[in-house]
DNA sequence: GCCAACGTTGGC
DNA sequence: GCCAACGTTGGC
């Protein structure tokens, strides 16, 4: 699903094959969908967990009171070979490293919550690149936002395996962002420890109790809270476990 | 490879 | 608008 891939021709991207016309039937369906379905955090853990989204903090400078304004993300990406619809969807952190300037931008994202979360990003901004669908799924690095949300490209591509035949150009349904690599962390950090932290702090009410990576296991972009970014970076300096 | 979780679709 | 069928995600 969401994520990205190959950067394959990005050279190709013109491409102009207007497929639009023939499929007609699309236009009134279109609109309906729309936006909000779910831009708002997880309906069901809203109870639980945004209050404390900043809990106490002192600092409460930013001002994410109301509407929370994320700050930091989860991206996942599959680091293995995967075929969809005879594309390779294999896209780890060493194939971003690869990429001209270890920059690429983020494609292929068909989930409205996951497509909200791209467009509230922000140029600067952090997120853990995740390893997802592997034999070791965890963190693996940090990436930054360098450049907001534009219209993706590979809905337009017939032959993207994530084409999209109902949305239109002068309407785009899909977007995405552009990361660039900012470093590996320094050891990486499994699933299963995460998970673990998740679980302890459920019981005792710890930063991790709410984590998307656990409540809402299928996104594959997850905005995390500055406690939650905080908690998980500083594992990266104990002892794996 | 299995299958649970969960998002999407479409009949009614 | 409900909900069963279906498809996809992604851990294990």
């Not at 993207?160 to 150009?169: A, F, G, L, N």
């Not at 690599?181 to 991790?208: C, N, Q, W, Y």
Request: with cysteine.
């Amino acid at each position: 699903m969401p994520w990205p891939s190959r950067k394959r021709d990005k050279g190709a991207v013109a491409d102009k094959k207007e497929p639009d016309a023939k499929i007609a039937k699309t236009e009134e369906t279109q609109k309906k969908e729309e936006e909000e379905k779910s831009t708002k955090p997880p309906a069901g853990s809203s109870k639980s967990g945004w209050k404390n989204w900043k809990k106490a903090k002192e600092s409460d400078a930013g001002g994410e009171e109301s509407k929370q304004t994320y700050c930091h993300w989860l991206l996942k990406s599959e680091p293995e070979s995967r075929l969809e619809k005879g594309v390779d969807m294999k896209f780890s952190i060493d194939d971003l490293k690869a990429q001209p300037n270890q920059t690429t931008f983020w494609e292929g994202v068909r989930n409205y919550q996951a497509r909200n979360f791209l467009r509230a990003m922000k140029l600067g901004q952090q997120a853990f690149f995740y390893h997802s669908n592997c034999k070791e799924p965890g963190v693996v690095g940090i990436v930054k936002i360098v450049k907001e949300a534009y219209p993706d490209h590979t809905q337009f591509d017939q032959k993207d395996p994530h084409y999209d035949s109902t949305s239109r150009k002068e309407n785009p349904k899909w977007s995405m962002v552009d990361v660039q690599f900012v470093r590996m962390t320094k050891r990486f950090i499994p699933l299963s420890e995460i998970k673990a932290h998740h679980l302890a702090h459920k019981a005792d009410g710890g930063p991790l109790k709410n984590m998307m990576l656990f409540t809402r296991q299928r996104l594959s972009i997850q905005p995390l809270t500055q406690e939650e970014f905080d908690f998980v970076l500083s594992l990266e300096e104990e002892k794996p476990h």
